[in-house]
């Protein structure tokens, strides 16, 4: 099966409901007042994590998820039914991004795992809500807020307890083969693998892990090269890294030489990588100079530096490997997502969002842009005099007025926010 592990989409909540102008009508009852009912809630967007899947191939095919809005309000104070939610299921180790900003919106790490990434608007008040004693029969209402919407990428992290790094064809996938049930590809040339296998392993003791065999690593990869960042990015969540190196050389490569390229690129990835245990693996001991490889390469390393030498198409020393993996993954701690900064700050202030901006567009046009101010319109019901009036007095009492004078805006020009204009008069 295709193997797909990013993903953007684009997600859009669901409005909510227009609220009512409406009137109780009954015999015998004079002055029954205003009775319009309020709008429902508009459906959110909310992702949960699922071991069903084990792929974002979903969301390759459909880039567009809108959930459904709220409905209206109805006479006789009667609500507008609620919208149900959008869930949307992506497998167990996908984290969501928000396109625009960077920022991580979620990380599903365990199954059934939600969160709610779209809020959908709430819904608009009836007129029976802004009744008082002044305006006993109000002909206002709102309409329903608009839902969240924004582009997310989706990317899938493998959660595997061991990741397999080492040079294209030194015998990653052989020696997951060995240990576990998974079948990948393996072939004499290099990237026979391009996309993670995962492994359950179960050592002799009964201590079992799960293991990714990941795609080979070149030298430059931490910049992108050969498959780069699609490869470090599943090691990321990895506590114990084993370090598979060809020590039979049979391509003519050093195998000091190789293990320090690979650790070199490990170092320059950004999750430090190589503060996580590692395990160095000495494969194709069976080779004709693998012994000879072997002793320089310890006198390379260095004692601190055990290394395990082994086998495995012919499944020797194998089970010493799987010992010292199942031991380190014991005290090995688990590694956040972003970095960890020493002096960590436990708040970050951020400005507040200005809630209008003027824009002088030339020739006596004007707009006006804001959150909030495109809130307040977007559920303005612009079809009654005391609608205009309201929120003409809320865009006073914000200091739009005063904003468009000291702008130099003149008598006659047209301002604008979203679809609504109006002519601007000192």
């Known amino acids: ?92 180790g996908t984290v969501i991004t928000n396109e625009e900003t960077g920022k991580i919106m979620a990380d599903l790490t365990e199954d059934r795992q939600r969160v709610v990434l779209a809020k959908g608007g709430r819904g608009g008040r009836g007129n029976a809500r802004f009744a008082t004693s002044r305006n006993p029969a109000p002909q206002i209402c709102e309409r329903g807020e608009p839902g ?8 899938l992290k493998l959660l595997a307890d061991v990741g397999l790094v080492g040079f294209p ?7 997951l083969s060995v240990v576990s049930r998974a079948r990948p590809e393996i072939a004499d040339y290099h990237f026979t693998t391009i996309v993670p296998n995962l492994g359950v392993v ?142 960590t700050v436990v708040y970050n202030y951020e400005e507040e969002e200005a809630p209008f901006v003027v824009h002088n567009l030339g020739n006596g046009q004007w707009t006006i842009t804001g959150k909030k101010i495109e809130r307040l319109v977007s559920m303005t019901s612009l079809v009654s005099d005391d609608a205009i009036k309201r929120l003409s007095i809320k865009m006073r009492n914000m200091g739009i007025d005063e904003a468009l004078r000291n702008a130099g805006c003149q008598d006659g020009d047209v301002v604008s926010i979203l679809d609504f204009e109006f002519e601007f008069y000192d």
Do not use: W
């Open 1 to 92: 099966m295709q193997f797909i592990d990013k993903a953007k989409i684009y997600i859009e909540a669901g409005k909510g409901g227009d609220g009512t102008v409406a009137f109780r009508r009954e015999a015998h009852v004079p002055k029954g007042g205003p009775a319009g009912g309020d709008g429902g809630k508009g459906g959110s967007i909310i992702f949960e994590a699922t071991t069903s899947l084990s792929t974002l191939l979903d969301l390759k095919y459909k880039r567009v998820y809108k959930a459904r809005p709220g409905g209206n309000g109805m006479a006789k104070k009667m609500h507008g039914a609620d919208a149900s939610d959008l869930v949307i299921k992506v497998p167990v």
């Open 148 to 155: 969240e919407k924004f582009d997310v990428c989706c990317e």
């Open 169 to 175: 064809s030194v015998g990653k996938s052989t020696f």
């Open 202 to 343: 179960q050592a002799k003791d009964g201590r079992n892990f799960v293991m990714a065999d990941l795609p080979g690593l070149i030298e430059g990869a931490s910049q992108g090269k050969g498959l780069g960042h699609q490869f470090l990015r599943h090691i990321e969540r990895c506590r114990v890294i084993v370090h598979i190196i060809d020590m039979g050389g049979i391509e003519g490569r050093d195998p000091y030489e190789d293990y320090c390229t690979i650790n070199e690129e490990l170092g320059q990835y950004q999750y430090r990588l190589l503060e996580r245990p590692q395990i160095v693996v000495a494969n194709k001991m069976d080779e004709e100079n693998a012994e000879e490889n072997l002793k320089a390469f310890k006198e390379k390393v260095g004692e601190d530096v055990k290394v395990f030498p082994i086998s495995a198409i012919i499944h020797e020393g194998v089970d010493q490997v799987l010992y010292a993996v199942a031991d380190a993954l014991e005290t090995a701690p688990k590694f956040d997502m972003e970095e960890v900064e020493e002096n």
